[in-house]
C-alpha cells in the first residue's frame, strides 16, 4: 500500500491547540470495527455514534479489560548552545545506559562527535547548569551523547528541561500536567500517550465500580510512535524502536481476558503496540519486556486486543495505519471526514475514538 492511501484534508482550525478545562469533556467518535450490510458510508454512520467521553461506562461491557499506558512525559526537550557557539537543541528519547541517551539533535549537521552542548547559563551554575558530551552520530539527526552534571539528572532536567509538544501545537500550556495522564507514574516519554489524556480519577473509578478490570503497563514514547512516514510505499518505512514493560499481573489478567471472551481494550496505540509485541499467535503473552519496532499495518491479524480508544491522527502516520488495520481503511478514513464535517478536535489535545 501507498503511504497516500492514509492521506485526508484537514483544516488548521480542526487542530486543538489548548485542552478542555475539563478532561472528559472531549467528544467521543464510536467506530464498529465491522459493517456487516449496508452501503460502506450509509452502513458506517448508521451505527456510528458521536458521545461524550464522560459516557464511556455506559459504552464498555463488565469485564472489559481496559490497559493504560503508565509513561510520564519528561521534559526532553533541552535548548541551548554548542561549547564553541551556536544554538544546539536535543530532545530526549531513551537512555541507553546511565547519562548516555539517544536524542533527536538540532541541528544535527552541527552537532558531531566529540562536541560538548551547554544548558544553563555557565556563569551561574547555581540555578543549573547539564553539558552534555556527544559520543555518536546515527542516522536521521539521531545521537547518543553523554550528561554531565552535579546532583540529580532528573532534577537538572526540571529546572532546564521544557514540555515536548508537538510542532503543531503552537500555544504554549499554562499547566504542563495537562500533557500528562492523571495516572502516569513511569518517566521516560517524549511525548504523551495522548489517548489517556481523557481520564479522571473520578471516571477510572466509575469504570471500576461498573466491572471494567484496569490494568497497567509502560511504553516510553519515542520516535517509532511520531516519526513521519517518507516513504511512498508503507512497506518502506522503519520503525524505531521503543522501550516496554508489562507487568506480570497485567500479563496474567489480559490473558484470563482473552481465555474468557472478554474485550481487552488498549487505551491508545502505545499500549496496542506493547501487548501485540509480547504476544505469541494465540495470544499467550511472553515478551513482557524488551523493545519494539513492530509495524501495524492493514492486513494485520491482532493478537490481543479486542478495542481501541484513541485520538485523531495525523494524515499518512503509522498511528492512522495501526487504526485502519483495526477498523478497515475506508471506514476510517469515511470516520475521519465525518469527524471534519462535526467540527472534532483533532490530535493530541483533541477529542477521541473508541473503535469496539
Not at 31 to 44: H, S, Y
Not at 57 to 80: E, Q, Y
Not at 82 to 97: I, K, N, P, Q, S
Not at 273 to 283: F, I
Request: charged share 25%.
Amino acid at each position: 500500500m501507498k503511504t497516500r492511501d492514509f492521506w485526508y484534508e484537514l483544516p488548521k482550525e480542526r487542530i486543538a491547540q489548548t485542552p478542555l478545562e475539563r478532561r472528559d469533556d472531549s467528544r467521543l467518535l464510536v467506530i464498529p470495527k465491522e459493517v456487516k450490510q449496508g452501503r460502506r458510508e450509509d452502513a458506517l454512520f448508521s451505527v456510528c455514534q458521536h458521545r461524550q467521553f464522560s459516557e464511556l461506562p455506559d459504552l464498555l461491557t463488565p469485564g472489559d479489560c481496559l490497559v493504560l499506558n503508565n509513561s510520564r512525559v519528561l521534559p526532553a526537550r533541552l535548548i541551548g548552545t554548542r561549547a564553541h557557539g551556536g544554538a544546539a537543541e536535543l530532545l530526549l528519547l531513551r537512555e541507553h545506559t546511565k547519562d548516555c541517551w539517544e536524542v533527536l539533535a538540532k541541528p544535527a549537521k552541527r552537532i558531531r562527535p566529540g562536541d560538548c552542548l551547554v544548558f544553563g547559563d555557565p556563569e551561574q551554575p547555581e540555578r543549573g547548569l547539564l553539558r552534555a558530551e556527544v559520543l555518536e552520530a546515527l542516522e536521521d539527526g539521531l545521537r547518543v551523547v553523554r550528561f554531565l552534571y552535579e546532583g540529580i539528572f532528573l532534577e537538572r532536567l526540571a529546572q532546564l528541561g521544557e514540555m515536548p509538544l508537538p510542532p503543531y501545537i503552537t500555544r504554549r500550556l499554562n499547566d504542563p500536567e495537562r500533557y500528562q495522564t492523571v495516572y502516569a507514574s513511569e518517566n521516560g516519554s517524549a511525548a504523551a500517550p495522548t489517548a489517556g489524556l481523557h481520564f479522571t480519577p473520578e471516571l477510572l473509578e466509575t469504570l471500576k465500580t461498573r466491572g471494567v478490570e484496569i490494568c497497567e503497563l509502560t511504553l516510553h514514547v519515542g520516535l517509532g510512535t511520531f516519526r513521519p512516514v517518507q516513504a511512498e510505499d508503507i512497506e518502506d518505512h522503519v520503525m524505531h524502536s521503543e522501550v516496554y514493560v508489562i507487568p506480570e499481573d497485567t500479563a496474567r489478567r489480559v490473558e484470563a481476558a482473552g481465555r474468557e471472551n472478554r474485550r481487552v481494550i488498549a487505551v491508545g496505540t502505545t499500549a496496542c503496540r506493547a501487548l501485540e509485541s509480547a504476544a505469541e499467535p494465540d495470544g499467550a503473552l511472553v515478551r513482557l519486556s524488551g523493545s519494539t519496532e513492530l509495524f501495524i499495518t492493514p492486513g494485520y491479524r491482532f493478537r490481543v486486543i479486542g478495542g481501541l480508544i484513541t485520538n485523531f491522527h495525523l494524515p499518512g502516520s503509522t498511528l492512522l495505519m495501526l487504526v485502519s488495520a483495526l477498523a478497515g481503511r475506508e471506514r476510517m478514513l469515511a470516520a475521519y471526514q465525518e469527524a471534519v464535517r462535526e467540527e472534532y478536535r483533532f490530535f493530541s489535545l483533541g477529542d477521541c475514538c473508541l473503535i469496539v
